[in-house]
């Protein structure tokens, strides 16, 4: 789920945290995993994960605000945490060197990376060892895209699978 209010707040929200700001009611997104995978849940207690937008590199703790914006949206959320776990940006960066600053969409996603992801070369899946793709969220088309990095990779390694002139 996005959460965000209304399309004038999420824009004002964004200008935030561009120009180096927490916002805050910043934007949060909201997952519930458990309902695809019901072994994440313990009983009747079913885990919810959510990050907001936050400044690069934003070093401090968005749980608050976090939890704040949703409550504003689903009165008594708060009331129903029996836990939490939190993971500030430098974590992130820390947890995974691909989040750069904490950015979990792996860096800036300009116009050149999306065309050229990682880096400019005409198949970017290709590492230069044959049998093994990058197929990560730094390649083209890049994150938040479902999965099609990946589609990418499979597709350029069945290319080499078939020969030369697949390749």
Not at 13 to 40: C, H, K, N, S
Not at 139 to 159: D, E, V, Y
């Amino acid at each position: 789920m996005h959460v965000g209010g209304a399309f004038a707040e999420v824009a004002a929200t964004e200008r935030e945290i561009y120009a180096g700001r927490m916002p805050e009611r910043p934007f949060v997104l909201v997952g519930q995993q458990y309902l695809a995978d019901p072994q994440r849940s313990v009983g009747d207690v079913h885990p919810v994960w959510s990050y907001a937008h936050v400044p690069h590199g934003y070093d401090g703790d968005a749980a608050e605000a976090i939890t704040t914006q949703i409550e504003r949206f689903a009165p008594g959320f708060r009331d129903r945490i029996v836990g939490t776990a939190v993971r500030t940006t430098p974590g992130f960066a820390a947890h995974n060197p691909n989040y750069v600053g904490g950015n979990i969409m792996t860096g800036a996603k300009d116009i050149p990376q999306l065309l050229f992801g990682p880096r400019p070369i005409p198949h970017p899946y290709d590492t230069g060892l044959r049998g093994h793709y990058l197929c990560s969220a730094a390649t083209p088309p890049g994150p938040g895209a479902h999965g099609m990095c990946g589609a990418h990779a499979a597709a350029r390694a069945l290319r080499h699978l078939r020969g030369p002139a697949g390749a």
